[in-house]
Nanobody
């Protein structure tokens, strides 16, 4: 079993910053990919950013230049630094980990950006 625990969400004004953290625990030998997804009310869950065990990163076009994903080291923790936040970034953010060929999800953390 793999558990993902997220933290760092909250309420922030437009233009502000937040940092999300996700720590993985359990019987994990290696994690291939960790990342963040988000789901706004009435919308489908969408990719925000991912990082692979070999350091490759991928970002949604909507967050490029504003968000930075890092981590996935021996501590099995990934971070999402979010700057220049916009109201449209408001969503529940979910941590995801791919272990071998299995997908695991965190419980989600709310990010609300006020205008």
């Amino acid at each position: 079993q793999v558990q993902l625990v997220e933290s760092g969400g909250g309420l922030v004004q437009a233009g502000g910053s937040l940092r999300l953290s996700c720590a993985a625990s359990g019987r994990i030998f290696s994690i291939n990919v960790m990342g963040w997804y988000r789901q706004a009310p009435g919308k489908q869950r969408e990719l925000v950013a991912t990082v692979t065990s070999w350091g490759s990163t991928n970002y949604a076009d909507s967050v490029k230049g504003r968000f930075t994903i890092s981590g996935l080291n021996a501590k099995k923790t990934v971070y999402l630094e979010m700057n220049s936040l916009k109201p449209e970034d408001t969503a529940v953010y979910y941590c995801n980990a791919v272990v071998v060929s299995n997908n695991y999800w965190g419980q989600g953390t709310q990010v609300t950006v006020s205008s």
